[in-house]
């Protein structure tokens, strides 16, 4: 059984972490690109757009070898008397961030690269306040159990075992 994460699961948690925030608050450049490219067809990307795209591509490659980890060494399970809603909820919204932090960078490149408009209003609109409402909820679930429950669940995210 894993008691804690390793020190890579650690180090990519944050550095996804950090990632995504930077793309969801700096999509302005993007944003104005894909705009311009609506109304007057193609234009230059910006180093703003570029570093958006790249970001992207950052996170699905790290996400990819997290799931790699996540399936070659395991992750801690859930503290010793969690209740199982709170066990199914942590579960489901793990396997929700995942699959948005894999569909985000996909949907954009699809539409980007691709031209599907529709995947560019998905990304855009859908799944970047779906991945928001997620985020908050993953960080307010790990401070009612760090401060509430005091299970110790947070501390194996920050120091590995």
Partial sequence: MVKSY???QIFLHWAVALLIVFNLIFSDAM???WEQMEHTGPAPTTTGAWAHIIVGLAVLALVAWRLTLRVTRGVPHAPVGTHPLLKFAGDAGHIA???LMIAMPVTGLMAFYG?????GDLHAEVLKSLLWALMGLHVLAALYHHFYLKDGLLNRMRKPG
């Fill in 115 to 119: 031209g599907f408009d529709t995947l």
């Fill in 6 to 8: 390793s020190r890579a």
């Fill in 31 to 33: 944003s104005e690109l």
């Fill in 97 to 99: 961030l995942y699959a």
